[in-house]
């Protein structure tokens, strides 16, 4: 028994410390399945989580320029060529600018 327990916290404190290498505990199933998602998940969680992803919604052009900001202002590796179009691609497809509701129209009534 003394042996069973000492074999489980162990197998614990590795899932723990694998766990605690991913921003929040994240994995790339939190963003939307698609070509890019584990390359957007690995290159931006290298400094911070998903969150902030998940909640802008920018054109392209804009998710473009936020790769060059975040090299020049916070050291980010530089993302070029296909690796660069991949990743801006899948940001702007997922998380492109939303469709504004109509004018006039109450977006909590059907």
């Known amino acids: 028994m003394r042996r069973f327990l000492l074999v489980a916290t162990c197998l614990a404190g ?24 584990e390359e ?3 290159a931006c969680t290298a400094c911070h989580s998903t969150a902030i992803i998940r909640r802008s919604h920018f054109p392209r052009e ?9 090299t020049e ?20 497809q997922h998380f492109g600018p939303r469709a504004a509701p109509a004018r006039g129209r109450n977006p909590f009534l059907n």
């Open 14 to 37: 590795a899932t723990l410390a694998q766990a605690a290498d991913a921003p929040g505990g994240e994995d790339p199933s939190i963003l939307p399945a698609g070509q890019g998602q």
């Open 40 to 42: 957007v998940f690995y």
């Open 73 to 92: 202002k916070h050291g980010m590796n530089p993302l070029e060529g296909a690796e660069r179009t991949l990743i801006v691609d899948y940001l702007t």
């Open 62 to 70: 804009q998710w473009d320029g936020l790769m060059d900001w975040m």
